[in-house]
């Protein structure tokens, strides 16, 4: 699929999935299943983040093993920032961002020196490093992680109210969603997409390649950011079980059953992830198998993710 | 003080020999196929498992170890021709997504075979006490896991750098293609590289199993250690996972016992005691991101 395609057809789809999700609540409400309501809110917040490792991963081509790190320091923000009294999403949700861009800069701005594997393992290492940091710091809870008193205050909205919250989350996550569709057809989406294709006869074009990974590697890093200031909210809990690498394999997880490099992928793989899960748990206890084998199928035969079996994906190289 | 320090060296050389069981399969596994294997910490995981129940069935922490290496290396083999194989002509992300699959199944596998809760393996009785060294007492089971670790070690070095087969492994790891054009059937080579790796996953997790705990989730931790010595030591050299695996063992065992006390002689003891376990554990980490700024390819890279 080109630049500049977006299709009358694709255009319809999204606005019919944006109607159902705006929908949602009062469908749940309907048949008296207001629970889920919750869940669904979880899923978004995971389709926000898998959505911000696709930017890295799928986009800029930067196989980045360590993305819980900014997803756990956005939940640590927050909740640190509520221990000390600050509670308005205004001051604690921009603060989370930024941490966790500043922690991208940092981390991508030495990481992005190497290629390759090499990439793959220092990007886990530097998030191992905020793991251990955060479990050891007994001030911030340890092992037990910090608990979030009440959910962040935001104007008018009162997000203790589990739908309010589950409508903010998912205005972000359209918000999100429709500027990276925009960035991936604008010159910086092309250019770094060509850098996931052929790095070196972007540099030999004179492209500053480097400044342009960082880039892309800085706004996935904030946007994660926000998913885990959102996370917390959510769950009530900054555990360092965000942090951990297994929440970046998750998240990788995600991805690709949904679409490494499809602006949806994020969001079809969280949610289809999630469900699994959930269906899974009713099963058996043992529904990892399930996901493991689920998982090996996609990884063997539908490399391009759900997103490349219906054609949303970009094309095979 | 002296005393301190050299336990805690000892305990830090037993460690990185263990290490480097586990780092010299993956690290030839990366060499040779540039496959990233993040299920070679489940094959630890089956080693230890397979040892706890073998030596309850015969008695014998020996015959248990020697089982479990057999069945693991068999299990390895099997894992890499039915499943692995179809992965090496794919990307790295594809490879860490199948593995990461595979981790979960064995997770999952080994709890409903064992169930959730840590299986107890003994230390053998003749070994449970302390011997005299020096001027102080060791454990003598420690003191067996650096002698084994040592042995196989040199072993493996002699193997990999004296003979003809050893030969095949340098040349498939530095350049695949080129050993398969003179006539060398990689694939079969490469079969009996990952199946000998699993036999020394199932050595370290037998030998370890006393000394932590057999449990689900205890080749996760190890793994990214063995990910960390193979990285640092440079991908597909077993020299590289030697040096890298000592320095990691040495670095951590000595990161924790000193940097507590290091802190205190010039922070207040309550910022020193929460902030040192916190250094000691990111030290090793810390020790890799540098040594990969400053050699982006590792300190011994086999293809250079």
Excluded at chain 1, 14 to 25: C, F, K, S
Excluded at chain 2, 174 to 186: D, F, Q, Y
């Amino acid at each position: 699929m080109g630049f500049y395609t977006t299709s009358t057809p694709r255009r319809i789809a999204a606005i019919a999935l944006l109607a159902v999700l705006v929908g949602l609540p009062w469908m749940l409400q309907a048949i008296d299943q207001s629970f889920y309501v919750s869940l669904a809110s979880r899923m978004l917040i995971f389709a926000l983040a898998a959505t911000s490792l696709n930017l890295v991963i799928g986009f800029g081509g930067m196989v980045s093993f360590g993305h819980a790190a900014y997803f756990g320091i956005g939940a640590y923000c927050v909740a640190i920032l509520a221990e000390g009294g600050i509670v308005s999403a205004a001051y604690a949700w921009p603060v989370a961002i930024a941490v966790a861009a500043l922690l991208a800069l940092f981390i991508g701005i030495l990481s992005l020196r190497t290629r390759g594997v090499y990439f793959i393992m220092i990007t886990l290492a530097f998030a191992q490093m905020v793991f251990y940091l955060v479990v050891s710091l007994k001030t911030w809870g340890g092992d037990d992680g910090l608990s979030l008193g009440h959910r962040s205050s935001f104007g008018a909205f009162d997000l203790k109210d589990d739908t309010t919250f589950y409508f903010v989350v998912l205005a972000l996550l359209a918000f999100v969603l429709m500027a990276l569709d925009r960035v991936a057809h604008s010159r910086f989406g092309r250019v770094i997409q060509s850098i996931r294709e052929n790095e070196t006869r972007m540099e030999a074009l004179g492209y500053p390649v480097f400044s342009y990974k960082l880039v892309c590697f800085v706004i996935g890093g904030a946007l994660a950011g926000l998913a885990g200031a959102l996370l917390v909210n959510q769950t009530g809990l900054a555990s360092p079980n965000l942090l951990h690498w297994m929440q970046s394999g998750t998240l990788m997880v995600m991805i690709v059953i949904g679409g490494v490099g499809s602006v949806m992928g994020g969001v079809v793989g969280a949610v289809l992830l999630m469900s699994c899960e959930e269906a899974f748990v009713e099963i058996s206890p043992h529904w990892q198998i399930g996901l493991g084998l689920v998982l090996l199928a996609v990884v063997l035969w539908a490399p391009l993710g759900i997103a490349g079996l219906v054609g949303w994906g970009r094309e095979r190289e | 003080m002296t005393q301190l320090i050299l336990e805690q060296a000892l305990n830090g050389l037993q460690f990185g020999l263990m290490l480097f069981l586990l780092a010299a399969g993956l690290t030839l596994v990366f060499g040779i196929m540039d496959m990233i294997n993040l299920a070679h910490g489940s094959l630890y995981m089956a080693g230890a498992y397979l040892t706890a129940a073998a030596t309850q069935a015969s008695g014998s922490f020996m015959v248990g170890i020697a089982t479990a290496m057999l069945a693991t290396a068999v299990l390895g083999a099997l894992v890499e021709v039915t499943l692995l194989r179809r992965l090496y002509a794919r990307n790295h992300l594809a490879q860490v997504l199948a593995t990461f699959a595979l981790i979960l199944i064995a997770n999952e596998v080994v709890r409903m075979i064992w169930g959730a809760q840590p299986v107890l393996l003994n230390t053998p009785e003749e070994l449970a006490g302390p011997v005299r060294i020096g001027g102080f007492l060791y454990p003598a089971y420690r003191l067996l896991i650096i002698a084994v670790g040592a042995l196989v070690a040199g072993l493996l070095y002699l193997l990999v750098s004296r003979t003809r087969v050893g030969m095949w492994v340098r040349a498939g790891a530095s350049n695949r293609e080129m050993t398969e054009a003179l006539g060398i059937n990689v694939r079969l080579l490469f079969t009996a590289v990952f199946a000998a790796g699993a036999a020394l996953c199932a050595l370290a997790g037998a030998m370890l199993g006393p000394l932590l705990a057999v449990q689900v989730g205890m080749g996760e931790s190890i793994l990214i250690l063995a990910f960390v010595v193979i990285v640092i030591g440079g991908i597909g050299s077993i020299r590289g996972a030697l040096v890298g695996s000592l320095l990691v063992g040495l670095v951590d065992t000595l990161g924790r016992a000193a940097l507590p006390s290091l802190l205190r002689t010039f922070l207040s003891s309550e910022i020193a005691s929460n902030l040192g376990p916190a250094l000691a554990s990111v030290l090793i980490y810390v020790l890799m991101a540098s040594i990969l700024v400053w050699r982006p390819e590792g300190l011994f890279p086999a293809r250079s």
